[in-house]
């Protein structure tokens, strides 16, 4: 099965700001100075053109999850988008049952000139 559903006002714009704060938290400590940071919404594990940290070290997985741990609210927020998208895919494709997979990822691409992919994983089209 292969369908496309578009549905306005589909969250809140107050749902809009804190799943990007989630973003903006996650990524507060990564380089802007081109191309993609991905991050992990499950785990907070972010990857961009820097190594990728450790868990101890700042800016890391462990300092991601204290911050979000701190503003729970974000977090119940994301789960309830995230289980409104699966519902609303349930019903729009008359499905039984419906299973999201990990992990879901969050981008961000920041445009630069004098950026160039270092590996396949870098590149967007």
């Not at 300092?63 to 309830?80: E, F, H, N, P, Y």
Request: hydrophobic share 40%.
């Amino acid at each position: 099965m292969c369908g496309r559903a578009v549905i306005d006002n589909f969250v809140t714009p107050k749902q809009v700001t804190q799943l990007r704060n989630i973003a903006e938290i996650g990524m507060q400590n990564r380089s802007k100075l081109g191309g993609p940071t991905i991050m992990d919404i499950n785990t907070g594990f972010v990857r961009d053109i820097r190594p990728v940290p450790r868990v101890t070290e700042d800016g890391g997985m462990l300092c991601w999850i204290k911050s979000l741990l701190t503003v729970d609210l974000i977090v119940w927020t994301a789960v309830r988008v995230v289980e409104k998208i699966r519902m609303a895919v349930m019903k729009e494709f008359d499905l039984e049952k419906l299973y999201f997979s990990a992990p879901t990822f969050i981008t961000r691409l920041i445009g630069n000139e004098s950026w160039t992919p270092s590996e396949i994983h870098d590149e967007y089209w």
